[in-house]
């Protein structure tokens, strides 16, 4: 009998790294979860704790990791993903994105394993190219609130290729694009989050800048099925995956509160420092290569959300506590 493919998952106690254990192991694989849980959370993993096939390793990946035995697939997903979140975090976002992309790269190469890296939409930074095609280089500013993890992940794609060229690893880089779903934390600071809680809460909904800037939101479960046909594809990418329907924050906003029937008011704030005005995948290639595209209208899978929040809003005070139990464990052992 052939044995298990092994698939290592950074971040995979996160918002996505965790519904891609979910998608590995379902599809009878073994999974090992790497994850600090800085921003991750065990409650998005405390399902698969158990599973013979699953194991967590609590551990930073920015810190170099030994595994023993075989490893045929590496995700490198793990970062601070929300803009609140890198800046609260800015020098583990850069080290994550470089340190860490290094040190997976490194298994990746002992271990002969295909890797995939989480890159993002943020690498165009405040585009001027619109809708945004892999072949734009973007327009980003390094030293910008934002550049630490626009910066940390245009490194993280550099050093891909590199080992890709010099050390000839099979490597894939994906271009995420606005994503959400169950599993965000509810006080993350992204739109869609953010907006959900206030409608939840009866709050004004808080719009930044005139809410003329606009975004493309794509479903988790769309977005994890575009990340598996790339990793078994022909592919090495760059490659968006997102959703090209497209929305200003403004139209998102009175989409939310039309589909909670809350009576939440719209207040307007200032929009923060080099938010980019427009966003949306150009998905040509995904289509071509990978006959993918997405599934879930925003309408859709904003229901599934906000019904799933409405019955998580504790949810993250839970985790805190389950997050200091393990630091003990991990502190004593
Ligand atoms: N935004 C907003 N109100 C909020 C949170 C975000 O108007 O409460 C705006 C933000 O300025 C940006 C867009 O929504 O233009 C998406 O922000 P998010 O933080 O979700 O992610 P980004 O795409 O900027 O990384």
Not at 34 to 53: P, R, Y
Request: hydrophobic residues 35%; glycine residues 8%.
């Amino acid at each position: 009998m052939s044995r298990k493919k092994v698939v290592v998952i950074t971040g995979g106690a996160g918002f996505l790294g965790s519904h891609l254990c979910d998608r590995f192991i379902e599809d009878g694989n073994r999974v090992i979860c790497i994850d600090n849980l800085i921003t991750g959370s065990m409650k998005n993993i405390s399902h698969l704790m158990g599973n013979k096939d699953f194991e967590f390793i609590k551990h930073d990946i920015s810190r170099e990791v030994q595994l023993a035995g075989p490893v045929d697939y590496i995700l490198h997903f793990a970062s601070p993903a929300s803009p609140v979140d890198y800046l609260n975090y800015p020098i583990p976002t850069l080290k994550v994105g470089s340190l860490g992309a290094h040190n997976t790269l490194g298994l990746a190469k002992l271990k002969k394993a295909t890797y995939l890296v989480a890159s993002t939409s943020e690498v165009y930074g405040d585009p001027q190219v619109h809708p945004q095609k892999e072949t734009y280089w973007g327009h980003v500013n390094p030293v910008g609130p934002r550049g630490v993890y626009d910066e940390a992940k245009r490194f993280s794609e550099a050093i891909t290729m590199a080992y890709r060229t010099y050390h000839k690893i099979n490597t894939k880089i994906v271009r995420i694009f606005n994503t959400y779903g169950p599993r965000m934390r509810i006080k993350d600071g992204r739109v869609v989050p953010n907006f959900i809680y206030q409608v939840l809460h009866g709050e004004p909904l808080t719009v930044y800048g005139n809410g003329k800037q606009t975004r493309s939101f794509c479903f988790y479960s769309d977005l994890i099925e575009g990340i598996v046909r790339l990793l078994y594809s022909e592919l090495s990418g760059p490659v968006n995956i997102g959703n090209p329907d497209e929305f200003t924050i403004l139209e998102f906003a009175r989409m939310v509160i039309a589909a909670s029937g809350s009576k939440s008011k719209i207040v307007f704030k200032p929009l923060p420092k080099d938010d980019p005005k427009q966003r949306r995948p150009h998905i040509g290639l995904a289509r071509k290569h990978l006959k993918w595209s997405p599934k879930v209208k925003l309408a859709e899978g904003l229901g599934i959300t906000m019904d799933w929040f409405s019955r998580n809003l504790d949810r993250d005070k839970e985790s805190a506590a389950i997050r200091e139990a393990v630091e003990q464990v991990a502190l004593v052992s």
